[in-house]
């Protein structure tokens, strides 16, 4: 069956550190997308991606970044980590629909 | 800009009462609208959507429809069971293929 995956599940880190967290999906799915979920604030678009070598910022993009090489995978880079990006990260894809696939999330705590 | 308002939560029912989570939304357009469900330590899956006003959209009976007049979307159930007890959220599709979602209201359903 298609899915889509996350690791780590969990992540402890420190500031200051660099932090790259993974996505994989084997849907075969263009359309690529990081969210951020925090108490109060529901999901917040971090960056997408709508193919191989497209990639655009979200709403909340600052000390992010993503690169896509392939249709399968689309990590996400915390440059710089700060306390202020410990949350829940969910990595979801789409066809043209609007309907999201979610993967499992990513719970980062950066200290 | 587009926004979407969803009923402050936590919403507390006793198994087989009547639901009903608000959304509305404001957007440019005629927005493809959605509504997503996370189970405890899950990512979000979707539950229904509709695409256009007047449609109805409905799976695992719950039912959601479409109405542009109001630019509502309210989230309805006839009889919830303990096992409904999750996170919901409501989203419209902006931009191409993104969605933005609401705040999510928190439901939960006792015996």
């Known amino acids: 069956d298609a899915e889509i995956t996350q690791s780590p599940r969990h992540k402890i880190t420190e500031t200051g550190r660099q932090v790259t967290l993974a996505c994989h999906q084997t849907?075969?799915?263009?359309?690529m997308f990081w969210y951020r979920q925090d108490l109060g604030h529901g999901l917040r678009l971090i960056h997408y991606?709508?193919?191989?070598?497209?990639?655009n910022k979200g709403e909340v993009s600052d000390g992010y970044s993503v690169s896509r090489s392939n249709t399968e995978d689309l990590p996400l880079t915390l440059e710089s980590a700060a306390s202020s990006q410990t949350s829940v990260y969910f990595c979801?894809?789409?066809?043209?629909?609007?309907?999201?696939?979610f993967g499992p999330g990513t719970r980062l705590l950066v200290l | 800009g587009n926004s979407v308002t969803q009923m402050e939560g936590p919403v507390t029912l006793s198994e087989e009462a009547f639901l009903t989570i608000n959304c509305t939304y404001t957007?440019?357009?005629?927005?493809?609208l959605f509504w997503y469900v996370q189970y405890p330590g899950e990512g979000l899956q979707l539950l229904l959507k509709?695409?256009?006003?007047?449609d109805k959209g409905s799976n695992k009976g719950f039912e959601a429809t479409y109405r542009k007049e109001t630019t509502s979307f309210h989230l309805e159930k006839g009889s919830v069971q303990v096992s409904d007890s999750a996170v919901y959220f409501c989203?419209?599709?902006?931009?191409?293929?993104?969605?933005?979602f609401g705040t999510g209201t928190r439901l939960t359903v006792i015996p």
């Open positions: 979801a894809s789409s066809e043209t629909d609007g309907a999201l696939f």
């Open positions: 991606s709508y193919g191989v070598q497209d990639t």
């Open positions: 957007a440019t357009g005629y927005p493809s």
């Open positions: 509709a695409t256009k006003a007047d």
């Open positions: 989203a419209q599709q902006t931009g191409a293929n993104n969605l933005f």
């Open positions: 849907w075969n799915h263009n359309n």
